[in-house]
């Protein structure tokens, strides 16, 4: 396994191409390229970063970038329902497999997020372009290594509870908001093989993926979730009787 962590950045570039204006003056090039010139930025050499958007042929997630991909990263908002069912089940498999996975924001309805939960992952929402307060609740977490407590965002989408996933693995983040709802902002699971990360903080609407503090919990998460051991897949196999004294 190559030292260099191998990342896709897959984002729907739907609102950004629709003519969105504030949104196009938050993230002109599109939410996945600002995401990873974060990545770019706190890994430096210690990365391959790319990057893929829904419009791409077969959403520009083959088997080949798949399989080249160490950590994937998903941000989707209006267009879940055009993401195809073949492709998001490859995701989940290469994940059962392996393959990291960090979810942002309102990747949480997403299909692949959905399917690797079993839940219907819904939520509380207001956009009114609150205060929100990213507080580190599992300090020896990798994730937040190096991230200050609390994380200030000036303006952002509250997301509240009650946020319908199963019970965390790790719960590193809880979020706080102006109008007093809390948030479980950033959670980790292992499934099959993989390991995956949801983090809320990033709407469209607020340039959220600029803030120094949110690119490193993105870049320390890739670093987390990346393969601890060859990708394979896992199958129900027969074994005869005493296979393991041999």
């Known amino acids: 396994m190559s030292d260099s962590i191998r ?13 969105d204006a504030v949104v196009v003056a938050n993230y002109p090039d599109g939410i996945h390229e600002v995401v990873a010139a974060g990545l770019r930025e706190h890994l430096g050499d210690g990365a391959s970063v790319a990057t893929a958007t829904l419009r791409d042929p077969e959403h520009g997630l083959t088997e080949e970038v798949l399989a080249q991909t160490d950590v994937l990263f998903w941000w989707g908002h209006i267009a879940h329902d055009e993401v195809s069912d073949e492709v998001a089940q490859r995701v989940v498999d290469h994940v059962h497999a392996g393959m990291g996975l960090v979810v942002l924001h309102s990747g949480h309805y997403s299909k692949v997020f959905k399917r690797l939960m079993g839940t219907t992952c819904s939520l509380k929402w207001r956009n009114d372009g609150e205060r929100e307060l990213v507080w580190t609740v599992m300090p020896g977490h990798p994730i937040a290594e190096g991230v200050p407590h609390p994380i200030r965002i000036e303006r952002q989408e509250m997301y509240g509870e009650f946020f319908d996933i199963p019970v965390p693995d790790e719960e590193v983040f809880l979020s706080t908001f102006a109008g007093g709802e809390v948030f479980r902002s950033g959670v980790a699971y292992t499934r099959g093989l993989g390991r995956v990360f949801y983090f809320s903080p990033g709407d469209q609407e607020y ?5 120094p503090d949110i690119r490193r919990v993105l870049a320390n998460a890739a670093r987390w979730a990346r393969p601890r051991g060859e990708r394979r897949t896992l199958t129900a196999d027969q074994h005869p009787l005493g296979w393991f004294e041999g």
């Not at 990342?7 to 003519?19: A, C, P, Y």
């Open 7 to 19: 990342i896709t950045v897959w984002n729907e570039f739907v609102h950004e191409t629709r003519g």
């Open 207 to 211: 340039p959220v993926y600029h803030h």
